[in-house]
């Protein structure tokens, strides 16, 4: 079968493209209907669920369901009037025909409701109308959830359940005559309608007051089931509800909580209202308590224990509609829900007080129950023991756009000639909801002549009205001084900066810096991205806000200077006082006019300096606060620094693509010294002695194309973690001293292409995770290792070697096997090399591609999770090929094939293949090795540096039931990809698979493939 993914087979392509969604349908949609098939009958005391509601187009509101001999012209008439008096319509059958069976017109009115009232009295089983027009309700019940509301008139519900009394001997001259299939749906119906909640009428009872009940008792269900709009069009929610769903697990009767997480605006209340909306009805008992942090103050001589008392009687107040509810001990809330299903959503929470007083234990809610938490504090939810929690991210700037314009234009989309203004503002005010809808709702309605006034000043003051303010510095208020503290440095100075340089340029600012930048990102007032310490730009601008009112008239006594204006201003005033000011940031395009060699020396208490724009001379150096802790300015003019500056408490030096050529002149004190990147600097010559940089951390060298050598007192940086000389081409060696760095775990000496040799020192870095060598043509040979040397170099992570690097043909280092962390090895080029000794158990990658002289492996690869590319080694011996084969991996491997092995018990052309079940021996799951062959013709446009995802579905009776996507980093043609694949057989409703593999790029592009095969793993 020459079958192959296309994006004319609409099917597999939605496989591919919609993946994940596809999975999460198959699995639920399967779950739910076994679910449905193996309901048990349970108590008439219990409320029995129908399943989830589908989409239907209703005609009426009620269908009632009734004998109208015993009830049209009395009970029944004033059940309509009422309904009729509060707006709910229902159907009136006065114009159709009776007949014994119910024809077209009734069923589509039955399955036109929303409600169906099964009028139960005396004589309804009498009527084999009645008793197939109730079948027909408990049908639609079970089929697409309608509503059933059995109204007991003058009949025990008990005999009807059992078909007894009075009732039951009517049912049983009704079925005289009758089929023993027919009398079993009308004994079934009757039986699931009695257990089901209703209304029971007896002689003595108020019936006035029951109609009235049921009136509205049918209204409320009627608003409860009408369906919400409220949240439709909103950016991005389809994928939010998904996720969140998938933490909920509705269909458990597990007792779950749910943290929704996240910073102030972003979203996390509109997320936890659109699930309460769409699924408060499918619980006994619901509530969404909002603004918890605002509208339940705690004060701070509060009595613990009274607060909970409180916090309580608020909640349960609420939950169950109950004004003037008493609670005289916590136990309360746990003895009256412990058997009820509730759904409850605690919105902002802020304190874990709260928690505890509303809902402490799972075990205070009945099964099923499900406990909603949004917060921007992360600790609360640790420490309340939920696991399950839904990280609420900035959206994509895509959606970012769309949400603003949804504002702005009542459309996903700018309106024509607002395209740049439009994406301008949204790049303005970031990505934070609460931002874009404020912005949007202030722009809307507005000329583009108003707009073009309007965006430049956002770019000085975002918040137009002061609601994203109050909301944002809440949050701030509720920090103490010293988190206030470096909330303001890193606002004003330090976001987008590496976290890990943060902490140790501020770490003896700060009592516990680190501990500060916890409690930040458990508030969500920060997070990491990529290593980097981030703030949401309005945050950003909200701290800068903080500080700028600090002293708006006179910016030198504030902390911080941002702003090119008042910088230009504290720097030329040779009289105003400055000391106040800690750290100056000129930002891109802000160029200031030209100053003094003496700008500085008022600011006497000057420690962060980021210079990113033209003005400031480089000479003003001389007159720097010896305070100077980080030092950033990227293209720094000068050759070398003036010969007063003094970097004794330096921290951070960062002077990227500078014009220097050395430091400075003499010896300099660099105790405090951690990083320096001078990445990019092409004149830089040499770097200063380090023998008092014992702190230095990270030094960065990259591209420095002139640098000769290093210094020999490069060993004295003990604490040296990161080493990158990556394509310095005139380094020619490396001293021997450089052993002394023990500590060292990255050495990047990539494109060193004028280095001859390593010392053999090198062996003594014992710490070194990751050796770079790619592309260091002049280096022929590793030097010796000596034993004992051998028993040291025992934790390496990675290690790289390339085409150009050696002309090594076997690895006969005896450490090789030995690193007992070894994590990653590339091996990538080796041209020459012919075969591999046994690797350390704990290899996850294996990088070989290219090695065209490989033959042999002399090894085995125990790890499950390893990733195996022997691309292009053509010379793979057989023997090989099958262990690369046989290999358990929970990834892929690669090797080169022109056809799929003789081995795969199943091999097709194409990209499809059919499995029969019944010649394989099969349990609950069976695993299968499947391995597909991409074609090499023209039809595949392949680029060398291209990924792609391996995608198929596995399906079973005309059904797909599974799918699969597997991520490969490189896709070659004439290269074979094996990967595994597990199916669970109890799901299988056919004795075929139908396995459909296709092969699809980054831009969603399809590639043909030749051939695939699958083989059964025992």
């Known amino acids: 079968m020459d079958s192959y993914f296309s994006l004319t087979n609409p099917n597999l392509v939605a496989v591919a493209i919609c993946f994940l969604g596809l999975l999460g349908t198959i699995f639920f949609n399967r779950k739910s209907r076994s679910h449905r098939e193996n309901k048990t009958i349970v108590s008439s005391s219990t409320l029995l669920t129908p399943p989830p509601s589908l989409p239907h187009n209703w005609k009426h509101h009620v269908f009632p369901s009734f004998h109208g001999a015993d009830v049209r012209t009395n009970f029944l008439s004033h059940v309509l009037k009422e309904l009729r008096s509060k707006g709910i319509d229902s159907f009136i059958d006065n114009d159709i025909e009776r007949s014994k069976l119910i024809g077209p017109e009734l069923v589509e009115a039955i399955r ?300 996903k989309y700018p309106k024509d000639g607002f395209e740049e203004l439009a994406s301008e503002v949204r790049s303005l005010v970031g990505g934070l909801p609460l931002g874009l809808r404020v912005m949007g709702s202030y722009f809307r309605g507005m000329s583009e002549e108003d707009w073009r006034e309007a965006v430049p000043r956002l770019k000085i003051h975002l918040n137009r009205n002061g609601e994203i303010a109050s909301i944002l510095k809440f949050s701030y208020d509720a920090l103490n001084d010293e988190d206030k503290r470096l909330f303001l440095h890193i606002a004003c100075f330090f976001s987008g900066e590496p976290a890990d340089m943060v902490e140790r340029c501020l770490e003896k600012c700060f009592e516990d810096v680190r501990l500060g930048l916890r409690v930040l990102s458990e508030k969500s007032l920060i997070y990491r991205k990529s290593g980097l310490i981030r703030m949401s730009t309005l945050l950003f601008q909200l701290g800068r806000q903080i500080v700028r009112k600090e002293s708006v008239s006179e ?52 420690q962060f300096i980021k210079i990113l724009s033209r003005g400031v001379n480089p000479l003003s150096m001389n007159y720097i606060s010896r305070k100077l802790k980080v030092l950033i300015w990227p293209m720094f003019p000068m050759s070398c620094f003036p010969s007063s500056f003094n970097p004794e408490f330096l921290v951070n030096l960062y002077a ?139 934790k390496n992570n990675i290690i790289k070697y390339s085409e150009s690097s050696t002309n090594i043909e076997e690895l006969h280092h005896p450490w090789i096997g030995r690193i007992l962390r070894l994590r990653r090895l590339v091996l990538s080029g080796m041209r020459k090399l012919v075969s591999l000794p046994q690797l350390p158990d704990s290899l996850l990658e294996l990088d070989a591609e290219n090695c065209e002289s490989l033959e042999r492996l002399h090894c085995c690869f125990p790890n499950q999770d390893i990733r195996l590319n022997f691309a292009n080694c053509f010379k793979l011996n057989q023997e090989a090929r099958n262990l690369i084969i046989q290999t358990p991996t929970n990834k892929y491997a690669v090797f080169p094939a022109e056809e799929v092995p003789i081995c795969f018990s199943y091999r097709s052309f194409g990209g499809s293949l059919t499995v029969k079940l019944n010649q394989l021996p099969v349990g609950k799951s069976t695993k299968f090795k499947a391995c597909i062959l991409c074609a090499y013709d023209d039809e595949n446009m392949f680029e060398l540096w291209e990924s792609a995802s391996v995608y198929c579905t596995i399906t079973s009776g005309g059904n797909a039931s599974i799918a699969f996507k597997k991520r490969v980093e490189r896709v070659l043609p004439g290269n074979l990809c094996t990967f595994e694949v597990e199916v669970d057989t109890e799901e299988v409703t056919s004795t075929e698979l139908l396995f459909d593999f296709g092969l699809l790029n980054l831009d969603f592009k399809t590639w043909k493939i030749k051939e695939c095969g699958i083989l059964q793993l025992l």
Not at 192 to 200: D, P, T, V, Y
Not at 304 to 328: A, C, H, R, W
Not at 681 to 694: G, M, Y
Not at 761 to 785: A, Q, T
Request: aromatic share 6%; net charge negative; with cysteine.
């Open 112 to 411: 036109g409701s929303r409600i169906a009232i099964v009028l139960l009295s005396q004589n309804y089983a009498s009527s084999t109308w009645c008793l197939n027009e109730l079948v027909e309700i408990m049908k639609c019940r079970e089929e697409f959830g309608q509503t059933v509301m059995p109204l007991f008139y003058q009949v025990d519900p008990t005999d009807i359940k059992k078909q007894t009394g009075d009732f039951g001997k009517v049912l049983g001259k009704t079925c005289k005559g009758k089929t023993k299939e027919e009398i079993q749906r009308w004994k079934h119906a009757l039986t699931e309608l009695a257990q089901i909640a209703g209304f029971h009428s007896t002689n003595g009872e108020n019936e006035a007051k029951m109609i009235e009940d049921i009136a509205t008792d049918v209204s409320n269900k009627l608003n409860l089931s009408a369906p919400s709009n409220d949240f439709d069009g909103l950016v991005g929610m389809e994928s939010r509800m998904a996720e969140m769903r998938r933490l909920l697990q509705l269909d458990s009767d597990e007792v779950r909580k749910i943290g929704i997480l996240g910073p102030p605006g972003i979203g996390k209340t509109t997320i936890a209202r659109s699930l309460f909306n769409q699924h408060s009805q499918d619980f006994q008992l619901c509530v969404f308590m909002d603004n918890i942090k605002r509208k339940y103050v705690i004060m701070a001589c509060s009595d613990d224990y009274s607060v909970k008392l409180d916090l309580q009687k608020q909640f349960m107040s609420q939950l169950t509609n109950e004004t003037g509810i008493q609670i005289p001990h916590l136990g309360v809330a746990k003895d009256r829900l412990k058997d009820k299903k509730v759904l409850v959503v605690l919105d902002d929470v802020d304190q874990l007080v709260q928690l505890e007083a509303m809902a402490k234990e799972t075990s205070w809610f009945g099964p099923g129950s499900r406990i909603i938490i949004t917060t921007q504090d992360e600790n609360i939810l640790k420490a309340s023991g939920i696991d399950h929690i839904h990280r609420v991210n900035l959206p994509s700037d895509d959606e970012a756009l769309q949400m603003f314009c949804m504002y702005a234009f009542g459309q």
């Open 555 to 606: 910016p030198g006594k504030r902390q911080f200077l941002n702003d090119a204006i008042d910088i230009g201003e504290v720097l030329s005033d040779d009289k105003a006082g400055s000391s106040s000011v800690i750290g100056i940031e000129l930002g891109l395009n802000e160029e200031i006019t030209w100053i003094s060699e003496r700008a500085f020396e008022r600011l006497s208490n000057l």
């Open 656 to 794: 990227r693509n500078s014009n220097l050529e050395k430091l400075w002149e003499e010896n300099k004190p660099l105790s405090n010294l951690e990083w320096m990147d001078l990445a990019l600097s092409r004149s830089f010559k040499e770097l200063p002695d380090l023998s008092t940089a014992t702190n230095l951390y990270y030094l960065d060298l990259s591209y420095c194309s002139s640098l000769l050598k290093l210094p020999s007192s490069i060993g004295n940086a003990t604490n040296l973690e990161k080493l990158s000389l990556s394509y310095c081409s005139s380094l020619v060696e490396l001293p021997s001293s450089i052993g002394n760095a023990f500590q060292l775990k990255t050495l990047n000496l990539k494109g060193c292409s004028s280095l001859v040799k390593l010392p053999s020192s090198i062996w003594n870095i014992v710490n070194l995770e990751e050796l770079n060598l790619e592309n260091c043509s002049s280096l022929v040979e590793f030097p010796s290792l000596l034993k004992s040397e051998t028993e040291q170099f025992q």
